[in-house]
């Protein structure tokens, strides 16, 4: 059954320690782009703004944020050193602190990717 929030839903599903991670990774995510469009794209949160923007997902131990192409991790290499990473993914363990400038940062760089595009 579809409600009228698909990705609060999908935070619900989660175990209880993931939650809190996803609600305020959610948060960082709305108030840096508030005007992008929050939707359920390949089984996970996303957003579009211009284009996909990022998305995020949750496990037992970490929390997926994926910047929705193949090359942002790369470009933030240096900035992301002490976490995993893979070519289009970024794992924050559960345990520690979302590094909120950090994720800001990447939003920013993917907004002006995708407005880059329309030009």
Known sequence: MKTADPVGDY????PQK???????LREIIRSAVPEAEEMISYQMPAYKFHGM???????KKHCG???WNGHTVAEFKNELE?????????QFPLDAPLPESL??????AR????????K
Do not use: C, H, W
């Open 11 to 14: 935070i619900l599903a989660m």
């Open 18 to 24: 993931t939650q809190a991670v996803l609600v305020k």
């Open 53 to 59: 923007l990022v998305g995020f997902a949750g496990y």
């Open 65 to 67: 944020f994926y910047p």
């Open 82 to 90: 002490g976490y995993r990473t893979s070519k289009a993914a970024i």
């Open 103 to 108: 994720i800001r940062q990447i939003i920013d």
């Open 111 to 118: 907004i002006k990717e995708n407005l880059s595009k329309e």
